[in-house]
């Protein structure tokens, strides 16, 4: 992790000072860089470790009041749940999909009646299990993969809950089960029950309860890159924290070495001047070598070209140039929004590929980038050659 | 699941029997037997056990997979009320004195809850196959068939002998007599139907009206008619006495009174027959004589009255005459004050007496206010010169004590100055250089020395230097610096050294700089107390 050893966990409070201060992109107490949430003009957050806003991503789960919680063998139960939007500042959360899974078996995709969650608001799904076919405590784990949009952007999140439910035995048929007990063994003073159900009962923790359950929920990090909602494919994923190493630009053309500090999180790369002052990030996009500036060409450079920022766990590029830009080997038009890959080449100039270029490449280490160089390369046809 | 709740078909049951049909289902079933009911479970027609309420589960597949396998199993089960419950039956009875006597005996029942199992033996006469119309078998006991059961015995053997023992007019209000039939009526019971789990919890018995009460009810009836009649006669007689009283009978007679007193009755009677003498009803007149009576009071009382009036209101004119009579007296009087005075003043005036009085007093109080003035100014004008010179003693003292507190206070800054410098800034400001000039020299001692020992000579080199060469600014010091300490001498003048103002510009310029610094990495401001430049991350503390 690049954040010099905080002392705490990240963000400490001290971070959250420091984050007042909107040009501050380190924290000046612990060092660590302030990664703010791509929407923090509206939640004024900053992203914990696992690259989540808890101001802006705040699902709650519960199981809803009434529901029964036990059931017997070969029959099914439905689960009212009530998923909500918590968080404090009227963000909307967007509830993208929800899987239910049973103990042994597949992955089951819940059709969601709703997507939108206005903060505050609260939605409800019906899940029903499987047919129960042994008896014992049956384990159902609950996936809910969630969406926070800001502009064009959009985060994807699935978090994960877990509902344990006491499946009984088939009931007795047999009269004789019943009338060979004693009212006075029991306690229940006038009234025979069967001693051997009210155990059953007693072990499932019967009964519909009076108030909702509230469900943990935890991160699910593997299943959003298993469902391909973050990372790439689940091979390796890129955090918001993974340094960008810049190589070949000129001398102040370029931000500092280290991850994207700018307060929404995304890098404008393109010929506009008022960017790469010293320590602040954005690129300016020149094509230059050793200080001499190809005027001709550079023209045809957009003042903001595109865009670079990492959404998804994914390093995402946005045209913005009227003139488009080609990666690899395919031009995209304005607006295209992709996500750029180990050893990539952007090729700023559609029309003159050759005249300059970005390469990206990836370190990786364990599953996750660690370092990010992009690196520029004037062409040799160009007029400076 | 939920339970099928199980009750009797009809209140007026008291036992029935659950038909097989409803045990009959492919499903398991479950029924709930409340607790105030005997649940009476046969098995093959073998009573298996039997409870107050319960929950029980019949039937379902399985059971019904036994009975394929192993043979069909007859389960039966009888619910049994175990409330209390009451029945009414007449009775009729001889009293001792022959009167005949009837009631109505209310019996609160029970079905024993310790031995409900024995309630089987009241059921006679149950059929099990109920196809008949004619004669309904019977699944079921009543309330009814538990009176038929016990009436015939209670009828000579509890009430004829009880009620035997008594006149009939003392039956009524006997609780001792009811406590004695419930007694027996308990023990005839228990006789009877103990075994078969009936108790008898109560008794009471409501009595008819019997032949003896009726007609002592017509002989108080007959007393009490009579005695209205009675009353009404006292009430009559009474009138009479009343109106005889007030008659006045008017004797109008023509023979002589001496002779008319004398008469006896008979001879009256014998006058009035002749015409002698006549009664005359004087009621009438007597009546119109009380009411002359009365009109003749209230005019008396308006006379009086009247009367009365007059007179005061002749006594109040009276004392008004008098008044204006001495208001004449008392206005003469004053007139003849005032004359006398005007003469005796006319007199004065010509005698001259009361002229120079008056001058002289007026002399005598015109020099005692010359005097008086004088005095008030002599006094304001010492208490002016006292005033002035308190005032300068005041103001002296004054000047003397703020000395001393901006002494105190300028000790006080130097203090706190000192708190937080080095020793070698203390140096220098014992020195009489200005605190920027300290730091500067203090910066460059700490520069150039390796060991503490070494700053503090280096210091008073410098001190020492920079006093001979009057450095007096922050810009000065550093030009000093600059120029190397050999050619100090005269570099106040050359560094543009203004005396006086330039000290306080330089000296906020320094507090500033203080307070914030930059990162040497990205030249980015950041307050002094940051641990991290707050653009790069560069650390700026070790």
């Given amino acids: 992790m690049v954040h010099s050893s905080p002392t705490t966990s990240y963000p400490g409070q001290c971070c959250f000072r420091a984050s007042l201060d909107r040009n501050a992109t380190f924290c000046d107490e612990c060092g660590a860089p302030l990664v703010r949430c791509m929407a923090t003009d509206e939640c004024g957050g900053l992203l914990d470790e696992t690259g989540r806003c808890p101001i802006c991503v705040a699902p709650r789960m519960s199981l809803d009041a009434g529901s029964a919680s036990s059931v017997r063998v070969g029959g099914t139960l439905a689960l009212p749940l009530i998923v909500s939007n918590a968080s404090p500042v009227g963000r909307p959360l967007f509830i993208e999909e929800m899987w239910i899974k049973g103990d042994d078996s597949e992955l089951r995709k819940v059709e969601l009646p709703f997507q939108r969650l206005n903060s505050g608001a609260t939605g409800e799904v019906g899940l029903r299990t499987g047919v129960m076919d042994t008896a014992g405590l049956h384990r159902f784990d609950i996936y809910v993969v969630v969406a926070t949009r800001y502009l064009w952007r959009e985060e994807r999140y699935a978090f994960a809950a877990s509902i344990a439910i006491p499946v009984e035995p088939e009931g007795p048929s047999e009269i004789i089960q019943n009338y060979n007990i004693q009212a006075d063994a029991i306690g229940a003073g006038m009234t025979i029950y069967n001693p051997t159900r009210i155990q059953k009962e007693r072990e499932a923790g019967i009964a519909t309860h009076a108030e909702p359950i509230q469900l943990t929920l935890r991160r699910a990090d593997t299943l959003e890159r298993t469902l391909g909602h973050r990372g790439y494919d689940g091979r390796y994923a890129v955090p918001r924290f993974t340094n960008f190493v810049w190589q070949g630009f000129d001398r102040e053309q370029a931000p500092l070495d280290g991850p994207i500090r700018t307060a929404t999180g995304v890098l404008s790369v393109g010929r506009a001047s008022n960017a790469p002052e010293v320590g602040l990030n954005d690129v300016r996009l020149l094509i230059s070598q050793d200080g001499k500036i190809d005027e001709t060409t550079s023209v045809h450079i957009s003042r903001r070209h595109f865009q670079l920022f990492i959404q998804n766990d994914r390093l995402k590029l946005r045209v913005e140039s009227q003139n488009g830009t080609r990666i690899n080997d395919e031009a995209y038009r304005r607006g295209a929004v992709l996500t750029l890959n180990d050893l990539d080449v952007i090729r700023p100039l559609v029309r003159n590929p050759e005249a300059v270029s970005i390469s990206v490449r990836f370190e990786i280490q364990h599953d996750e980038v660690d370092r990010i160089v992009l690196r520029r390369r004037v062409g040799t046809q160009g007029s400076l050659s | ?542």
């Fill in chain 2, 1 to 542: 699941m939920a339970s099928e709740p199980v009750i009797l078909s009809d209140p007026r049951m008291l036992a029935e029997f659950m038909r097989q049909s409803e045990f009959r289902s492919f499903f398991e079933k479950r029924f709930a037997v409340p607790p105030d009911y005997a649940a009476l479970l046969f098995k093959n027609g073998q009573l298996i056990d039997a409870f107050k309420g319960g929950h029980f589960s019949v039937g379902g597949v399985v059971d019904k997979l036994k009975g394929l396998v192993g043979g069909s199993t007859h389960i039966g089960m009888m619910i049994a009320d175990l409330k209390p419950f009451s029945v009414q039956t007449a009775l009729k009875a001889l009293s001792r004195d022959k009167v005949e006597v009837a009631g109505v005996a209310t019996l609160e029942l029970q079905v024993d809850p310790d031995k409900p199992s024995n309630i089987l033996g009241m059921m006679h006469g149950v059929t099990r196959s109920g196809v008949d119309p004619e004669t309904p078998g019977r699944k079921a006991l009543s309330k009814a068939d538990v009176l038929d059961r016990i009436r015939p015995h209670l009828s000579d053997r509890v009430f004829e002998a009880a009620i035997g023992r008594m006149d009939a007019v003392e039956i009524r209000g006997q609780t001792g007599l009811q406590d004695m039939i419930q007694a027996d009526i308990m023990k005839e019971v228990e006789r009877l139907a103990g075994d078969l789990g009936l108790i008898v919890r109560a008794v009471s018995i409501e009595w008819a009206m019997n032949a003896d009460e009726v007609a002592e009810m017509q002989r108080a009836e007959a007393d009490r008619r009579q005695d209205a009649l009675d009353h009404q006669l006292e009430i009559i007689k009474r009138e009479i006495q009343r109106e005889q009283d007030a008659t006045e009978i008017t004797l109008k007679s023509q023979v002589d009174l001496a002779k008319l007193q004398n008469a006896s009755e008979d001879e009256l009677k014998q006058m009035a027959l002749k015409s002698e003498i006549e009664f005359l009803d004087a009621r009438e007149s007597a009546k119109r004589r009380q009411e002359l009576d009365a009109l003749a009071h209230e005019i008396s009382t308006l006379e009086i009255e009247r009367k009365a009036r007059f007179d005061d209101a002749l006594a109040t004119a009276r004392n008004e005459s008098d008044l204006l009579e001495i208001r004449k007296r008392q206005a003469a009087v004053e007139r003849d004050i005032a004359l006398i005075e005007q003469n005796r003043a006319d007199q004065m005036r010509k005698s001259g007496a009361y002229t120079e009085v008056e001058i002289t007093t007026a002399v005598q109080k015109q020099q005692a206010d010359h005097i008086a003035r004088l005095q008030e100014i002599e006094i304001r004008g010492n208490e002016a010169e006292a005033n002035l010179t308190i005032r300068m003693a005041g103001a002296e003292t004054q000047n003397q004590i703020s000395l001393m507190d901006a002494q105190t206070r300028g000790k006080t800054s130097e203090i706190n100055a000192f708190k937080n410098m080095s020793p070698e800034q203390i140096l220098a400001i014992n020195a009489g250089l200005s605190a920027d000039v300290a730091q500067v020299l203090a910066e460059q001692a700490r520069a150039k020395s390796v060991s503490s020992a070494e700053t503090m000579q280096a210091m008073r080199d410098m001190v020492e230097a920079a006093t001979a060469a009057q450095i007096r600014s922050e810009e000065q010091a550093r030009e000093m610096f600059r120029m190397g300490m050999d050619g100090a001498i005269g570099v106040a003048h050359g560094a543009g050294g203004k005396e006086g103002g330039t000290s306080s510009v330089g000296s906020s310029s320094a507090t500033q700089a203080a307070a914030t610094i930059e990162c040497p990495k990205c030249r980015a401001v950041n307050n002094a107390k940051a641990n991290f430049c707050k653009q790069c991350g560069h650390k700026l503390r070790t």
